[in-house]
């Protein structure tokens, strides 16, 4: 059974950091790998989106990473913004569950300006 | 529309009431997803549907939930006599979902606030 894990739980950084946001899963036999964005009160807005062939994705200032083997995924947010204040999760698609999408529990990011 | 979208976008209900969310999905989407996540908690996985039909009703969390789908289009999700515990945002998603391909993402619609009273 998969299990995603997300470290830290909340993270508090000061306007112009960069950091890392990690994500861990059991089940290395993935499709892809998925790194969305949720606002309070609002949906999900994916922001990267991993192939199991792939081992990394970059999107304006946000990067991800994928080392399927160990099992781990890391999101760098580079220059963080206030406007970065978010909830981060992961989302892992295996191959032994196709259709049911696991998430984990998300890292709260606040950016202080 | 461009997105996925969702109605209503908040439902308050008495206990025992049936209530019903609606999903719209993005045009061409085959696949579609129901999610709960209760407050201050991650996604809980509920239902997927390929077109119109539900091979994974497993995270239904009781008989008093079910969900269906018309014309590979708008889905439904009910719950029947609502308890307080049902209170969550109800997410729906969509992706393409033509065969198992890793590159199948997931669009989100902005999500039902339920509160069970």
């Known amino acids: 059974k998969q299990e995603v894990t997300q470290i830290p739980a909340a993270l508090s950084v000061p306007e112009g950091e960069n950091l890392v946001l990690n994500c861990s899963f059991t089940?290395?036999?993935?499709?892809?790998l998925q790194w969305f964005r949720q606002d309070p009160g609002k949906g999900l807005t994916s922001l990267l989106l991993?192939?199991?062939?792939?081992r990394e994705q970059t999107s304006g200032r946000l990067n991800a990473s994928l080392d399927k083997s160990s099992g781990r995924s890391t999101l760098y947010i580079a220059a963080s913004q206030p406007g970065d204040s978010a909830t981060y999760l992961c989302?892992?698609?295996?191959?032994?569950?196709?259709?049911?999408?696991?998430f984990g529990p998300g890292t709260s990011l606040s950016v202080i300006p | 529309g461009a997105g996925v979208s969702q109605s209503p976008s908040n439902k308050v209900t008495e206990k025992g009431k049936d209530v019903e969310l609606r999903c719209d999905p993005i045009?061409?989407?085959?696949?579609l997803y129901w999610y709960r996540q209760r407050l201050g908690q991650g996604l809980e996985f509920l239902i997927y549907?390929?077109?119109?039909?539900?091979?994974?009703k497993s995270g239904l969390p009781s008989d008093r939930f079910s969900a269906e789908r018309t014309g590979g289009s708008v889905s439904t999700l009910t719950i029947q006599r609502t308890q307080q515990e049902d209170s969550a945002v109800y997410l729906c998603a969509s992706s393409l979902g033509q065969g198992r391909l890793s590159t199948d993402t997931q669009y989100f619609g902005p999500g039902t606030r339920l509160t069970v009273l």
């Open positions: 089940d290395s036999a993935i499709y892809n």
């Open positions: 549907f390929q077109g119109n039909s539900a091979p994974d």
């Open positions: 045009s061409g989407h085959t696949a």
């Open positions: 989302a892992v698609r295996s191959e032994t569950s196709y259709d049911k999408v696991i």
């Open positions: 991993i192939q199991s062939s792939q």
